[in-house]
């Protein structure tokens, strides 16, 4: 649709431009779809449910949720071991997915809904540049058009890419994607690589690395050295923490949360129990933190939630564990601290990187460093525009952009901007707990169910 026809009506049935087809916007499509309105899905890679997360080819990479807490709808929490069914698949609901199989089942279920409502749905396998105000609604603008008008704007653009590593260069063995699984494993088979970062993403690229090619070393590096904790087979999952009234802080949670491991320990509960069960009050929480108390949790306690939130399939452990005993992988903390390349040896460069313990001789760094989600020092031409109109901000923590509890953005101005919502990532500033599964459906089928109210997309908040 390119027109620069008047502006939309808001309806029941409205027309909705999603920025962004990896898992957010593909599960707010579906809902739209499955509600009647009609969907444009602007997508750079053309095609919709792989987004970053689910794009590997590599079936090692799992998923790091288990089956049972990844249906892509809130209202039916066995739909994904459904779809396993009717796809063949044996997975049972405390199974790792590998997460191409992911994508097929967003993409299946993105098909069927696409097929079965009323609205019309199109995919534009281009990268959007601009959204202009038109009206009660938007021009969604893409470099090789004059604009596609909606009445709504979701903005799902996801996980952002890392920053490039401070103090290296440019160079072929400097690798900045790590979801390149062709080239990372086209590295020669008796490498030794240095996987910059100690998160998931890290821990997937070693298995990449290593599984295939027994000669070949990694260290990974990140200031901390912490890995992600395995989840466990056998775990108990109800574990209730009461939250007190009155004011919270960063300090306070912390020991909350330790008095209510140990106090499960005493029962014999493992602490996962105690942080799988803050998960649903995690929002509210930090919605209730002043901001001084969320930059005390982001500076002090962030990084040990992390690790015990955000768990790794015990099969990938176990081979973590095996890799290191077999000498093949080393994990430090201290990060990087500074890199030359010796020119001489055999004509090739070696590049060389000073870690904590010394100077290691690599043959490839690989940047794991996680999405960088600061929209201040982005590139990004669509941030960038839509900064400029004022139409998003950043949040105080520049972990994403400003939104209200229920995905609204908040302009540069402090308002919020009508039909103008956000679904995933970017909302990590504004409810912390936005960037996985569980939360991204909720958020979908509740921006779907906003939008198609009738109540023209104006907001409460
Ligand atoms: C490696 C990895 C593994 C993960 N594993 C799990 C897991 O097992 N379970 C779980 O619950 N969560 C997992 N997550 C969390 C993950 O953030 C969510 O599950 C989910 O994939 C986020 O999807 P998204 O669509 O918001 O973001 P993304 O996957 O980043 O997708 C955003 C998409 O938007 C597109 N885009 C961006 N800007 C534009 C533009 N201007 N124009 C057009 N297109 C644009 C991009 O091309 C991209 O495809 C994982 C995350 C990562 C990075």
Known sequence: MTTDA???????????????????????????????????????????????????????????????????????????????????????????????????????????????????????????????????????????????????????????????????????WNLSDPWDVARISALPVDATVLVVGTGLTAVDTTVTLLDDAPDRRVIMVSRHGLVPNPHVDDQFTSWVTPIPDGPLTADGIASLVRDQIEHAARLGVDWRAVIDGLRGPTQSIWRRLPEPERRRFREVYAREWEVRRHRMAPRIAALLDAYRAEGRLEILGGGVLGSRVDGARNGTAQPVITLADGDREVTAVINCTGPSPDITRTDNPLLLALQKRGLIAPDPLRLGI???????????????????????????????????????????????????????????D
């Not at 912390?432 to 907001?459: C, F, K």
């Open 6 to 172: 008047a502006p939309p009506t808001p309806t029941s049935t409205p027309t909705v431009a999603i920025i962004g087809g990896g898992a957010s916007g593909t599960l707010t499509a579906i809902n739209l779809l499955r509600r009647g309105a009609s969907v444009t899905l602007f997508e750079s890679r053309g095609e919709a449910g792989y987004g970053v997360a689910y794009s590997t080819t590599d079936g090692r990479h799992l998923l790091n949720v288990r089956a049972n807490n990844m249906s892509g709808f809130p209202d039916d929490r066995d739909d994904l071991l459904d779809w396993a069914a009717e796809a063949g698949i044996e997975l049972g609901p405390i199974d790792f997915l590998p997460r191409r199989d992911y994508a097929r089942y967003l993409r299946d279920r993105l098909a069927s809904a696409a097929e079965g409502g009323p609205g019309a749905f199109e995919i534009v396998g281009e990268t959007v540049i601009d959204v202009e105000p038109v009206g009660a609604g938007f021009r969604v603008l893409t470099s090789d058009d004059e604009g596609h008008v909606a009445d709504a704007v979701v903005l799902a653009y996801g996980n952002p890419p890392p920053q490039p590593l401070a103090g290296l260069p440019e160079a072929p």
């Open 402 to 460: 400003d939104v209200t509890e229920d995905g609204h953005a908040i302009g540069a101005d402090g308002s919020v901007v009508p039909n103008l919502l956000t679904v995933g990532p970017p909302c990590k500033g504004a409810l912390y707990e936005a960037t996985a599964i569980p939360e991204i459906r909720g958020q979908a089928a509740s921006v779907a169910a906003h939008l198609t109210s009738g109540d023209g997309g104006s907001t409460s």
